[in-house]
């Protein structure tokens, strides 16, 4: 009876949160996708065919954000979290897991660390530790006007050289990328004790923000720290090198239990 119960409760509900693609053969493992500043998660479904057999993926839905667009935008980094928790648990399967990229990094953190549920693995990545969130430069050109925003942004990659040859463009991406600033600039990490849930560390080699030495901070933030990954690459190592992310979600699926005790030392892949 209480097994019934249970998957009753793990029933899917239709909600706005999560997108996915029809090319996952697979329903179960889930893996939930966390999108850096400016970014739609959306992006990161292109590794989903490399995936399929083997996970589903699935993009966060922020309001505001890509299909949600014409949603108000949650400035409220708290009632986002305590948001996407509560739909997590309503519509995961028993295993899932949790991947974010920079400021998604963070979220997916603290969700991991609000969920009733309990996710099987946290993959964060270019994302600094949360005692080191935000970091000075986030604060700082979290207040920036827009045309100096954008310059200073140039500073992470992602974004043209010239996109301020393009004011209409660059406005848009300003308005968006600087309210996630502005997100991210509110954080405070409240002390407490480790997660339980696993996680794993990665960093472009090339990132000129985050630091290799900086991502294996994250040990003292999980009682089962699976390893640390420094891959070639910049903070957007993924969009030139797409099969070293899918490697690495591919090799933390296959770890068992035990295995994820033992920990991995930092190497150049």
């Given at each position: ?17 999560f ?34 057999d ?11 954000t ?6 108000e ?7 986002l ?5 509560s ?16 400021m ?37 050109m ?5 045309e ?7 500073f ?18 300003a ?10 600039s ?42 640390h ?41």
């Open positions: 009876m209480m097994d019934f119960l249970f998957q009753q409760r793990k029933k899917s509900k239709p909600t706005p949160w997108y996915t693609t029809e090319e996952a053969q697979v329903k179960s493992p889930v893996l939930y996708c966390f999108a850096h500043a400016g970014g739609n998660a959306e992006d990161y479904l292109r590794w989903q065919s490399k995936l399929s083997v996970i589903q993926m699935r993009a966060i839905c922020i309001p505001g890509g299909r949600r667009y014409k949603e935008y949650i400035k409220n980094i708290d009632l979290v305590t948001q996407i928790a739909a997590i648990d309503d519509n995961s399967p028993e295993q899932y897991y949790l991947f974010g990229h920079s998604g990094g963070i979220i997916a953190f603290e969700v991991a660390n609000r969920v009733s549920s309990h996710a099987s693995g946290l993959i964060v990545s270019a994302c600094a530790a949360p005692k080191d969130v935000p970091s000075k430069r986030v604060v700082e979290s207040l920036l006007k827009d100096e925003f954008i310059k200073k942004a140039l992470f990659g992602g974004l043209p050289d010239n996109l301020l040859d393009f004011p209409e463009t660059s406005e848009l991406i308005l968006r990328l600087k309210r996630d600033f502005q997100l991210i509110k954080y405070c990490y409240q002390e407490r004790a480790p997660i339980k849930t696993p996680i794993l560390s990665i960093v472009g080699s090339e990132d000129p923000h985050i630091s290799s030495q900086s991502m294996r901070e994250w040990e003292s933030f999980t009682e089962k720290y699976i390893g990954h420094t891959v070639t690459g910049n903070h957007f190592y993924f969009d030139k090198y797409p099969d070293l992310i899918v490697n690495i979600i591919k090799n933390t699926l296959a770890l068992s239990p035990n295995a994820i005790n033992e920990r991995y030392s930092s190497v150049i892949i």
